[in-house]
């Protein structure tokens, strides 16, 4: 393989600093355009293995202020995987009470990382 | 009548962060006003990440973020009454509440801190020919529908205008099943930030079409089409380039609008460009006492940058009950957006009394690459950044040091400004 240039948008804040990322042979070489760690860690992934966090809300049983409960993968999953992530929560519910943090799904999809709620029901 | 020192309209973040930022300023007779019956404000239902980074250096959903500053909020103290609807305020600072239980009351207040927010243009500022028929949202409600509610607004999707909220559901659709065909903006250029276009609609494969709107609405009892067609240079339709999406849903993502009907009441002059208050460096409005802070003042695309200027206001209003200032007395000097600089927030600044660093938020008209944004004290260019990229969707802000200004004691204007070179 020979080297090749990316052009990305920095997605971890809205910021969106322009990166480029240039890869030879499968290693990314450099990553220049961004103004804080994340993006240089951001733009490592995003040509070789991308990732996001999913957020969505469940159901929530037995709140009386609420329907739905807000959650969000603990950490990044690959991106790949966010349609299976949505399928595995399609048939979750929560009881009340519920604390930001708390989780919902454990190890979700194999990924190792845990559903938490985001907030309090 | 009862009397306090600050009441806040509004408790959403900008509201929060001032009521916090007044306490710390040493003013703790503040009472916040929210008319919903939960704080947080339009945050609870933004229940993505990317909020935070810049306060709290990590990365947190919308929910996330307002119950930090509630719960900061509650540890301090700050009285929050819930179900408050204000429906007038004075240009003396008589502030009319109506409350379920006290009925229509009124509060004498030292300082007003004006912090209600925005809300979305409909579908009835857009003259899209057709008719009413069911199945028409804006993205707001719909994002309200599918994340507090529970309800799915609808299966197949077209979303008009590229507003960030709009991509953010154009995501949030699309992972709850909905088909979303396209986002259609009549713009050259997106209204949303470009991370929104990255993670919402190219991580999907959802077509975002420049220059293109709804030109027509197909469906009596429920949305059954829309047509999307090209626009010329003046925004017109093009005849010939539509094409029909049949769909039961079309979402507006047409921008966003500070409510300011009680800032018009009390007297507060309004900005054609914001229309939001014209304020000066402390973000006092031209009415003493009154200041403004948040999507009410400019809207943002930020909430870190909202929760910034709200403590701005909060600490001002303190300082306006606790030291009395007589802003009258002190010169002020006007700040002039300039060559596709849209508009300034502050417009004014008093030199005696400014910080040592004042951040000045703007937007451009236009989208520009390579380009410098200039700050002239009077004659002389105190700064001259190089951007890669500037949008119309992404504010910007520059900081004016008080040193620069005080240097120069004749000046009667500071200006910022683009500049190709």
């Known amino acids: 393989m020979s080297k090749e240039t990316h052009e990305l948008t920095c997605i971890n804040c809205p910021l969106g600093c322009l990166l480029t990322v240039v890869v030879d042979d499968g290693e990314v070489v450099s990553v220049t355009g961004n103004t804080c760690r994340r993006g240089d860690s951001y733009g490592r992934k995003e040509v070789t293995n991308p990732t996001r966090i999913v957020t969505t809300s469940v159901p929530v049983v037995g709140s009386a202020t609420q329907k739905m409960v807000s959650v969000k993968t603990a950490h990044d999953v690959p991106k790949e995987l966010i349609f299976d ?10 009881t009340a009470p519920v604390s930001i943090g708390d989780v919902v799904v454990a190890d979700v999809c194999g990924t190792g990382v845990d559903i938490i709620a985001t907030r309090c029901a | 009548m009862e009397t306090r020192d ?62 930090r500053y509630v719960a900061c909020a509650e540890e301090l103290g700050v009285e929050c009454r819930l179900g408050s609807m204000v429906v007038d305020v004075s240009s003396d600072r008589c502030v009319t509440v109506v409350n379920p239980e006290r009925g229509l009351y009124s509060i004498q207040a030292k300082a ?64 709850e099943g909905a088909q979303v065909a396209c986002v259609a903006e ?13 993670q ?21 009892k429920r949305v059954e089409a829309v047509w999307v067609s090209e626009v010329d240079d003046q925004l017109r339709p093009i005849p010939g380039t539509e094409v029909r999406y049949p769909c039961d849903t079309l979402l507006l993502s047409v921008g966003l609008l500070p409510e300011n009907e009680l800032s018009r009441e009390a007297g507060v002059e309004l900005s054609p460009i914001t229309r939001g208050p014209v304020v000066d460096d402390s973000l006092q409005t031209n009415v003493e006492g009154i200041f403004a802070c948040g999507n009410v003042l400019h809207v943002h695309d930020l909430v870190d940058y909202v929760s910034q200027e ?27 957006a300039e060559g596709g600089v849209r508009y ?17 938020r703007f937007r451009v008209a236009n989208v520009y690459r390579d380009t410098f944004v200039s700050m002239y004290v009077g004659e002389d260019r105190v700064l001259h950044r190089r951007k890669r990229v500037m949008a119309p969707g992404e504010m910007e802000e520059v900081v004016l040091k008080k040193s620069d200004v005080l240097a120069r004691p004749d000046t009667s204007s500071i200006t910022i400004t683009l500049e190709g070179e």
């Open chain 2, 112 to 175: 007003v801190v004006l912090a209600m927010g925005c809300r979305e243009r409909p579908r009835g500022a857009l003259n899209i020919p057709g008719f009413r028929p069911a199945g028409i949202f804006s993205a707001g409600t719909a994002q309200r529908l599918v994340n507090i509610e529970g309800q799915m607004p609808g299966r197949k999707v077209v979303i008009l205008g590229s507003g960030d909220i709009g991509l953010i559901m154009a995501r949030r659709m699309t992972l």
């Open chain 2, 310 to 336: 709200a403590a701005v206001a909060g600490e001002s209003a303190a300082r306006f009950v606790l030291d009395q200032v007589q802003e009258s007395d002190s010169t002020q000097i006007c700040l002039c």
């Open chain 2, 344 to 360: 300034t927030v502050p417009t004014r600044v008093c030199p005696s009394r400014m910080p040592d660093k004042l951040t000045i």
């Open chain 1, 85 to 94: 992530v949505m399928r595995a929560l399609r048939d979750v519910r929560v």
């Open chain 2, 200 to 220: 919402c609609l190219d991580d999907f494969g959802i077509p975002l079409l420049l220059s293109h709107t709804v030109s027509r609405i197909e469906g009596k």
């Open chain 2, 6 to 67: 600050i009441v806040i309209i509004g408790g959403g973040p900008a509201g929060l962060a001032a009521a916090i930022a007044a306490y710390d300023a040493g003013c703790s007779d503040v009472v916040v006003l929210e008319r919903d019956t939960l704080l947080g404000g339009i945050l609870n239902q933004c229940i993505h990440n990317g909020f935070g980074l810049h306060t709290f250096k990590e990365e947190l959903t919308g929910p996330e973020y307002a119950a």
């Open chain 2, 186 to 198: 009549i713009m050259p250029y997106s209204g949303g930030l470009k991370r929104n276009i990255v």
